[in-house]
């Protein structure tokens, strides 16, 4: 490189190395999100037989070993956060390629659960407005705001995430006054983590398998390593602590839960259980509180999603991996990719009529758990296959991602992996003809910042 070439490369704009490790923390529990297992408590209440905090944990073991192989992939590809890239540098360009597949898969069923939820906790507010009327309302606002080019931006998700905590402050002290009221006894202490009369792998199982969405987000963090400082070491702590904050903060707020509400078979409504729990702890006023707050939450968190999806989309288009001609098109008056945008909104209200939201979970858990998957492999076969000196700190920890991720991933239930297993045929088979049999590359843009 000549003096001028070297000019213009330290003159050339970068990312500044600003966020330290408690700022990745903060960033990592904002896209988690603090009331990550509300959401989901009722279906895993269900299927856990009264387990719920026992399947946080055990997704929260699954999610810390992973955690570690995201944080030593970071490391070796500081400027390319994401399991495709992983997968497809270290083990093979086409396990990449569906790597990336099943994100694409993750990203457009995120705003159909976050459709449903949002239409079945507005019914709690209007139940005389009947829930196909809320979805296609919900469907339509996603669509509408993104095709204005809106943008939540990180302040504003900082305040939603600090409201969020507030919120979880006031049922955590409702809960504490109802159970001081009346307490429980010893035993039914102990049956939220081992009920004798329902425990069984099976079911911890299946709980687990859809229990994983509220760790969803956490892998975020690795996108950030441009911007952060000692990226090699801060990058897989604030994985790691992110995924411990996360499970012990969830575990206490369904434990407290299932203190409050042990009959785990009969809720009024089961995907919004928790704002019910609420109630019965802190009366009507709870209720509304818990109910509104998530409500709020969730569609921040639809339309973000909506966003993600149509941008990763266009990402793809713009690089071939899907036809360009409709998919890499940006309207030039407001620089939004309107048909992706539209397309994902049809597929939104679409998916609140075909599917649950326990369907819709396990769905956008399916390609979550393949990429975790994905990582773990790429970790050990990176630090400890290709090493010439092996060391079990090398080998246990992806060994153990992996094998706890695929356990989690055959409990899925079997329309979430028959519907998973098509997706995932029809991308091989479409990446195949693109491709001539994958012997040309492939690219996925799955970066957040297209």
Not at 206 to 223: A, H, K, M, N, R
Not at 269 to 289: R, S
Not at 395 to 402: H, I, K, N, R
Request: net charge positive; proline share 6%; hydrophobic share 50%.
């Amino acid at each position: 490189m000549n003096s001028t070439e070297a000019t213009a490369s330290a003159l050339r704009p970068a990312l500044a190395r600003v966020l330290g490790l408690r700022e990745l923390i903060i960033y990592g529990l904002i896209v988690v999100q603090p009331t990550a297992p509300m959401p989901v408590f009722g279906v895993v209440s269900q299927e856990a037989r009264g387990h719920v905090v026992t399947t946080v944990l055990v997704g929260m073991v699954a999610m810390l070993f992973t955690a570690l192989s995201y944080g030593r992939m970071a490391a070796a590809y500081p400027s390319a956060g994401s399991a495709y890239t992983y997968v497809g540098r270290e083990l093979h360009p086409a396990l990449g390629y569906l790597t990336g597949w099943g994100m694409v898969f993750d990203y457009v069923l995120n705003p159909i659960i976050c459709c449903i939820w949002c239409s079945k906790a507005a019914g709690n507010f209007l139940p005389v407005i009947p829930f196909p009327v809320w979805a296609v309302f919900f469907a339509a606002l996603y669509t509408w705001l993104n095709l204005r080019g809106i943008e939540t931006s990180a302040r504003a998700y900082a305040g939603l995430a600090a409201g969020l905590s507030g919120v979880i402050v006031l049922f955590l002290g409702a809960a504490f006054y109802y159970l001081w009221q009346a307490p429980p006894t010893w035993a039914a202490l102990a049956r939220p983590f081992y009920d004798p009369a329902t425990f069984s792998l099976a079911t911890i199982s299946t709980g687990t398998s859809v229990v994983v969405l509220t760790y969803i987000g956490f892998d975020g963090i690795s996108t950030l390593s441009e911007e952060a400082q000692n990226p090699r070491r801060n990058i897989l702590l604030a994985t790691v602590w992110t995924c411990l904050l996360t499970g012990v903060l969830a575990s206490v707020e369904v434990y407290a839960a299932q203190l409050i509400w042990p009959d785990w078979a009969h809720y009024p409504d089961v995907d919004t259980a928790f704002v019910h729990v609420a109630g019965k702890a802190g009366g009507v006023i709870l209720f509304n509180i818990v109910n509104f707050a998530l409500l709020a939450a969730t569609v921040g968190s639809g339309v973000a999603a909506h966003l993600g999806a149509s941008r990763l989309l266009y990402g793809m288009g713009r690089d071939g991996a899907i036809p360009k001609g409709f998919f890499g098109q940006i309207e030039p008056r407001t620089h939004v990719p309107v048909n992706n945008v539209v397309l994902v909104g049809v597929a939104t209200l679409a998916g609140a009529f075909l599917v649950s939201y326990q369907l819709g979970a396990e769905l956008l858990n399916f390609g979550a758990l393949i990429a975790f998957m994905g990582v773990n492999v790429s970790a050990l076969v990176r630090y400890y296959v290709r090493n010439p000196q092996k060391r079990l700190g090398q080998l246990l920890p992806p060994l153990f991602g992996f094998a706890i991720c695929f356990g989690i991933w055959l409990s899925l239930r079997t329309p979430a992996k028959i519907g998973g297993l098509a997706w995932l045929a029809f991308g091989l088979i479409y990446g195949a003809w693109k491709t001539q049999g994958f012997r040309r590359p492939i690219e996925f843009n799955v970066s957040k910042e297209d």
